[in-house]
């Protein structure tokens, strides 16, 4: 009994003492945001330590949860630092978390969503905006270059150009090579209108497992590019970025003086048969540098005004951009104006609604294509004007017909200017309810407006340069695209050691194209502008179909489940189905699955007792993708008319005929696209030391090959021999490679090493047929081939015939035999001695060979940034290696054209002067075929960026009312090693026709000063 009664008391006790520690407790409130942004975070975990008691915030960020007043608050989300917080009787706490330094922690944007870098079973890098307006690029997607492993960028020195970009390999012949861009929910082929101080972070999704969400435009890779927005809780600032600075070429490309000129030219003439040169005295002649008159040192300028705040409910940024470039050829202009708004509301906890909108103006000042052509061949003893101020006229300088330009009239009297109008953005609505559901909808879309105004004046320069009659053409352009998504997104978490998030989705979108081309003759140039309704022989021309069809509709249902178990095994499955009405009703709808998993390695309990990694993780994916970007046109079956077909009629009348001169496919479909991805990430050493290791297959299914057919059915010349059908297969795979280290010394210096490496190789798997593609790529004659594609080998290698040594003397020639029968009996001293490849005595086609691959195997890049105290510098270094340029400039040549210096310096001119280089008649007989003299090394390695900075100390800058004062020096390109004997080794161009150097954009260095100020 007594016993009993002691247990009693001993429980009563218990009970009063729970109660009273329950009577003690508070309610605490509060809200979690983003020690940066001031964005509030919804979903945080808040717990009371050593108690079962915890809580989420809501979608407004705040919480609410019962505590004793001297408890202790764990506070934690993915992708920031864990706080722990006293609440010291406080029952009101607001709490800001700080992002994690850790790479895996960071959160980067994926399609149509966000996640933890640790919990991405793909392959995706993100970049931050910061980095991107670190550099003087006027396109965001420039900036990139030499950053991503797997990514190549190919940029062009014209002004507001936009870049071509390869991420993992080139994966198609005929279809749009470039990947997809996706600018705040909306796609975009193109986002020249972007201005890079806008971006606040770019993500490239390089595998088929994180592209697959976006379908039917993801085989080439996707890049996202998430603009700027407002600040919660955060008075209004005002930031001010500009720069000014000056575009200079790289490299200095020196041609042959007048003295060399006439010299190389009278050797040329004794070759052709002349008993002497037409040029009796050599050094009687000066010289025009061609180079430096037409080409210069440009201006840049770029100007960025930003507005920022927004209290708890409404967040704005407004942002104005203008920038004016210089091209380096003299003329040439290039003006951009934008103008971003960007507005978010939160109208209660539950709805959030929000737009951004982008208004674009592009106006610039075109030049003649031909003028690089025209530098480089111009005649260098013809001035530029004559005394009496008329053009210097290659007339009068006994030169071929082909030589007869002067290049600063083509410049003079080339009119061209080109403006571009374009308003873009979208309005979205995010609706929170049963506490896990977010249903998401967004309406996006691209309207464009552009005109090219050209006009040829009557005009005499020169003997060969006149016009007799005035043209006006006009070039008008209208895009409309419109893109409606919705989205709806479970999210929870299960028993703490399950979490899952299903996303379901639906959307359509709309792409309108429409050029009309307007001209007419005799329109005179009244001084204030030019209207075709003053001339005659108007014509009108609407051109509907090109690479896109006039008019084309998707419609678009797509769902993605991501589930991950203790955050130690992780799940990601993809479907995505699309329809096109640009296909047949057979072969409209593609469905593209995707599977991804991962295995955190760290998390699991053999690894709790080590200290070297802090996070390591196993990722590997599948998938399918499309790449609606084929030429769907060509299933059209069009009816030709012209002046070679005449209709005879009944009693011999006549008329103008018609009839089928091309043959097409029965029907084009998308090229499809699989992927396999596997890889290593890995945190080490405290974080300072972040490793990724990546492997890659990525094939083109139903790729779109050229497919023979018989000339002799009666086609025209411009169709050749062939029709394109889906009958390949590509592939492009290899190994990816990023490490960085990040640490500090002592409490001023900080430092950010980092680097990266892809190897890529690409191939032609399969072709129906072993069909194979051959290109002339500016060679001289159409049967000139000098690209070729072909089963096993990579898409538009070079290809011609092998270049053994130079012909030294007539006796050489002859010696060259095959038996009795000597293999090139044309040839003369001086001429290329090609290698008899198949060993039947003759120098024809069969003896072509592969000479090199325009498709590079290893693209790098090494990235740095140092602090110390006030002071930032950042260096970045680019470039890529196993790849070919075929420098086509040297070559294209018909006559009395003018040579480099190198080749000058180094021609054959007699027995023994040379045996790599050949004579002056570099472009007769044979040597002017396709061979691996005109194949260089395209390899380079360059300083992408330099900059240095300092920020004025805030003790000077709050004087001034001042928040940020930083003043910097930088410099773009200014370094670079190569071996090419070209302008730049940085050279694009399509599928079977890349890497050929003719008529190319020279690229430049940049060398500016900026500042950036925030009030």
Not at 69 to 78: D, G, N, Q, V, W
Not at 177 to 187: F, K, R
Not at 308 to 334: C, E, H, M, P, R
Not at 582 to 603: D, H, L, T
Request: charged share 15%; net charge neutral; with cysteine.
């Amino acid at each position: 009994m007594k016993r009993i009664i002691t247990i009693s008391l001993c429980g009563l006790l218990c009970l009063l003492f729970i109660n009273r520690a329950s009577a003690q407790n508070i309610t605490v409130k509060g809200t979690v945001t983003d020690s940066k942004t001031g964005e509030t975070l919804v979903g945080v975990s808040i717990a009371v330590k050593s108690t079962q008691t915890g809580t989420q915030t809501g979608p407004d960020g705040k919480f609410t949860l019962s505590a004793a007043p001297t408890a202790e608050l764990s506070i934690s989300y993915i992708g920031y630092a864990t706080q722990t917080i006293a609440v010291a009787g406080k029952t009101d706490i607001d709490v800001k978390l700080v992002a994690q330094t850790n790479e895996l922690q960071q959160v980067v944007v994926v399609g149509y969503g966000t996640q933890r870098k640790l919990d991405v079973t793909g392959s995706v890098v993100q970049i931050k905006g910061e980095e991107i307006s670190k550099q003087s690029s006027v396109n965001p997607i420039s900036s990139l270059q030499g950053k991503v492993a797997g990514v190549q960028i190919t940029n062009s020195g014209s002004p507001g150009a936009s870049p071509e970009v390869r991420i993992r390999g080139l994966g198609t012949v005929y279809g749009n090579a470039n990947p997809l861009y996706v600018v705040d929910g909306v796609w975009y082929d193109d986002i020249s209108f972007l201005n890079p101080n806008d971006v606040e972070s770019l993500s490239v999704l390089k595998d088929a497992s994180s592209e697959a969400i976006y379908g039917i435009r993801a085989a080439n890779g996707v890049i996202l590019i998430t603009t700027k927005k407002g600040s919660k809780n955060t008075k209004a600032t005002v930031n001010y970025d500009g720069i000014v600075g000056n575009q200079v070429i790289t490299n200095e490309f020196k041609l042959a003086n007048g003295q060399q000129y006439a010299t190389i030219i009278n050797e040329l003439d004794v070759l052709g048969g002349a008993a002497q040169g037409r040029y009796a005295d050599p050094n009687s002649f000066g010289t025009t540098d061609w180079n430096h008159q037409i080409y210069r040192n440009a201006l840049i300028t770029n100007h960025n005004l930003t507005v920022n705040g927004g209290n708890d409910k409404s967040t704005y940024n407004v942002a104005f951009g203008y920038l004016k470039q210089d091209g380096i050829v003299s003329t040439n202009t290039f003006d951009r104006y934008t103008l971003r708004i960007k507005n978010d509301f939160e109208l209660s906890q539950y709805l959030k609604v929000g737009y951004t909108l982008t208004g674009n103006l592009n106006q610039s000042r075109d030049i003649d294509g031909s003028i690089f052509h025209q530098t480089y061949a111009a005649v260098p003893i013809v001035p530029v004007r004559y005394a009496d101020g008329t053009y210097g006229d290659p007339n009068d300088f006994n030169v071929t017909s082909s030589a007869m330009f002067n290049p600063q009239v083509t410049l003079d009297f080339f009119n061209q200017r080109s403006k571009t109008y374009r308003a873009n953005g979208n309005v979205y609505a995010d609706l929170k309810f049963a506490k896990h559901f977010t249903f998401h909808t967004s309406l996006g879309g691209d309207y464009g407006q552009g005109a090219v105004t050209n006009y040829s004046p009557l005009y005499t320069a020169t003997f060969s340069q006149r016009s007799t009659k005035s043209t006006l053409t006009l070039t008008n352009n209208q895009t409309r695209n419109w893109i409606f998504e919705n989205t709806l997104t479970y999210q929870n978490t299960f028993n703490k050691d399950h979490s899952l998030t299903v996303l379901l989705g639906q959307g359509a979108q709309s792409y309108r194209f429409n050029q009309t081309i307007e001209s007419a003759e005799n329109v005179p140039d009244n001084g204030n502008g030019y209207y075709l309704s003053q001339g005659n022989n108007y014509k009108l021309k609407d051109v509907e179909y090109g690479q896109y069809p006039l008019y084309s509709t998707v419609s678009s249902y797509f769902g993605r489940v991501n589930y991950s178990f203790k955050s130690r095994y992780l799940l990601n499955a993809t479907l995505r189905a699309d329809g096109s009405s640009k296909f047949s009703p057979s072969e409209r709808w593609g469905y593209f699955p995707a599977v991804g998993a991962g295995w955190v390695i760290s998390e699991e309990e053999f690894m709790k007792n080590q200290s070297f990694f802090n996070t390591l993780k196993l990722r590997g994916s599948w998938g399918k993708n499309g790449n609606m970007g084929v030429p769907a046109a060509l299933s059209t079956l069009v009816v030709t008319q012209n002046d070679g077909l005449i209709y005879v009629g009944p009693g011999g009348y006549t008329s103008p005929g018609a009839n089928i001169t091309t043959i097409v496919p029965d029907q084009i479909y998308w090229e499809k696209s699989s992927g396999t991805d596997i890889g290593i990430e890995a945190s080490m050493l405290k974080n300072r030391l972040y490793a990724e290791v990546g492997y890659y297959d990525k094939r083109t299914d139903r790729a779109i090959f050229d497919a023979p057919i018989l000339s002799s059915i009666g086609l025209s010349s411009s169709s050749g021999s062939s029709i394109i059908s889906n009958q390949a297969t590509f592939q492009n795979k290899g190994f990816e490679f990023l490490v960085t280290w990040k640490d500090k010394i002592g409490k001023d210096f900080g430092y950010t090493l980092s680097g990266n490496l892809g190897i890529n190789q690409n191939k032609v798997l399969s072709v129906a047929g072993n069909n194979y593609i051959d290109q002339a790529v500016n060679t001289v004659g159409s049967a000139n081939i000098n690209t070729h594609t072909v089963l096993g080998q990579p898409i538009g290698q070079f290809y011609g015939l092998k270049v053994v040594g130079i012909f030294q003397t007539p006796e050489e020639v002859a010696a060259y035999k095959k038996g009795d029968n000597q293999i090139m009996p044309n040839a003369k001293a001086g001429d290329f001695k090609y290698q008899d490849v198949n060993n039947d005595g003759v120098i024809d086609d069969k003896d072509r060979v592969v000479l090199g691959n325009p498709n590079p195997k290893f693209t790098y890049g090494f990235n740095t940034a140092f602090t110390y105290k006030n002071f930032d510098l950042a260096i970045d270094v680019q470039g890529v290696a196993g790849v070919d340029i075929y420098n086509a400039n040297v070559a294209l040549r018909f006559g009395t054209e003018n040579y480099s210096q190198d080749f000058f310096n180094n021609r054959w001119h007699g027995a023994g002067t040379s045996n790599t280089y050949p004579s002056a008649n570099i472009a007769g007989g044979q040597n002017n075929r396709s061979n691996s003299f005109y194949v260089e090394s395209g390899s380079y390695v360059r300083v992408r960026n330099m900059q240095l900075g300092y920020t004025i100390p805030t003790a000077i800058t709050s004087k001034l009312n001042i928040n940020r004062l930083r003043v910097f020096v930088n410099a773009q390109n200014a370094l670079n090693f190569f071996s090419y004997k070209g302008f730049s080794p940085e050279v694009g161009g399509g599928a079977t026709r890349a890497g050929v150097d003719a008529n190319v954009y020279p690229l430049y260095a940049t060398y500016n000063f900026g500042v950036n100020v925030g009030f």
